[in-house]
């Protein structure tokens, strides 16, 4: 049988339940996902003289050959990260990848200016931006702390780039008509116990008050904040957890960010969602795979992938949802990991799209656990393989099957190119 066949058949058996597959595909082609730049480069950007991780708790191994070093490179690899995912997708760019001409700007110096190449980029590509200030990879950074330092020099320079990279988002905004998501991670926190987990936790109240204060509208852009349980050097505390960025946010009413990889192993983010969607308007999702703690694994289609996925969708919040990325692995071909979790992540979505929602709903509603639960283990063994295949084929791009031959390819011509 060819794709087309297969589909037909797929669609089949999902009637016979009552899901419409095609109207499933309709809506799966409208989710933009926000790719994270910094999958093409582990996290280094562009600045100079020395585009060095430093600190910030967030750790990148591997050492696979080919990873961008320059914007073209990284345009070029994203083209193809693209060119492997069906729909249309944006891109979340960090400050550190600027186009800075070979001078040295610092952070509390960057401008739209800056960034101008990329508004260009995605203009003429269609891709929509969003964008992160860069608060680690800094020497101000590193004593561990930035706009909760109780040094106010540190304090205020991070501040003013924070501000920064508002005007740079609103820049987005403005020039692509959509509003750009500004997403402010910070890694503030202490290796051992503090005595004082008030004092910095007030400093950053006022110094995101002061970051905020001016009123930028959201059609421009909007500030999304993002918690964090722990990170390297910061395991005993993180100063924007998330009870502090969920009363802050909502006091402010800005977006929470909730990464996978933030919160203790056991806890399903899914679970999270129906609370959250009560109470925020919007909510901006960091997809992720913690492999025991906060790693940033590929992200791949497991179940927590899934019930995140089915979580929106039964909740009916696709369109106040912002869905970023958020892994980097460099021991792996770095375009083929773009493309595994891009994809995993989607896969989760229409799994979601293709659930029967009215007879689970039914079941549930007849207090029917034991038939619930079967129908959601039969729903595993329905061919949505076929469906997810015959979309890449329509969206005319590769199949799972032809991913690899497709990767290694451009691993060959270009990625094994690079010195
Ligand atoms: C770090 C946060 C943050 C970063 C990116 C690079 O723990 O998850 O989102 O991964 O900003
Ligand atoms: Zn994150």
Redo the contacts with the bound molecule.
Sequence with gaps: MNSIELYNNAKERYAEIGVDADKALEKLKEIALSL?C?QTDD?GGFETPDAQLAGG??QVTGNYPGKSGTIEEMRSDLDKVYSLLPGTHRLSL?AIYGEFGGKKVDRDEIEPEHFKGWIDWGKEKGIKLDF?GTFFSHPKAERGFTLASPDKGIRDFWIEHGKRSRKIAAAFGRAQDDPSIL?T?I?DGMKDLPVNRLKYRSILKESLDEMYSEKIPKAAMKDAV?T?LF?IGSESYVVGSHEFYMGYALKNNKIA?L?L??FHPTELIADKLSSMYLFFDELLL?V?RPVRW?S?HVVILNDDIRYLAEEIIRCDKLDKTHIGL?FFDGTMNRIGAYAIGARATLKGLLLGLLEPAELLNKYDADGNAFARLALIEELKFMPFGDVWNYYCETAGVPSDRQLIPDVMEYEKKVLLKRI
Excluded: A, C, L
């Design positions: 994270h910094w996290v708790g967030i960090h992160n997403n991670w890694p993002e964090k990170g960010t990464d990889g933030h960091h992720s906060d940033d958020d």
